[in-house]
């Protein structure tokens, strides 16, 4: 089993920015893609980037430019360092992990709330 742990969510006003980082432990294979998914109210959850172990990357147009996801093979995390925050990026950002690039997510973690308000 994995276990994904998330942190750096928060309040912040638009334009400004956040880090997220989620934490793997457990059963994990050293070549896996490792990813940030959210979820805005009354919607459903959708892609924001995923980051392979080698190092490939896929972004969400909507925040190609903005949001900038990295990883530390030897700690097991990955990062999302959001820049130029908007209204719409208020969501539940789940981190995820998929065992490859070309699976959906084999694992989530709880959640980490983002509001990006005025």
């Known amino acids: 089993q994995v276990q994904l742990v998330e942190s750096g969510g928060g309040l912040v006003q638009p334009g400004g920015s956040l880090r997220l980082s989620c934490t793997a432990s457990?059963?994990?294979?050293?070549?896996?893609?490792m990813g940030w998914y959210r979820q805005a109210p009354g919607k459903q959850r959708e892609l924001v980037a995923v980051?392979?172990?080698?190092?490939?990357?896929n972004y969400a147009d909507p925040v190609k430019g903005r949001f900038t996801i990295s990883r530390d093979n030897d700690k097991n995390t990955v990062y999302l360092q959001m820049n130029s925050l908007k209204f719409e990026d208020t969501a539940v950002y789940y981190c995820?992990?998929?065992?490859?690039?070309?699976?959906?997510?084999?694992?989530w973690g709880q959640g980490t709330q983002v509001t990006v308000s005025s």
């Open positions: 457990g059963s994990i294979s050293s070549i896996n893609t």
């Open positions: 980051i392979s172990s080698g190092g490939s990357t």
């Open positions: 995820s992990l998929q065992r490859s690039w070309f699976r959906t997510p084999d694992f």
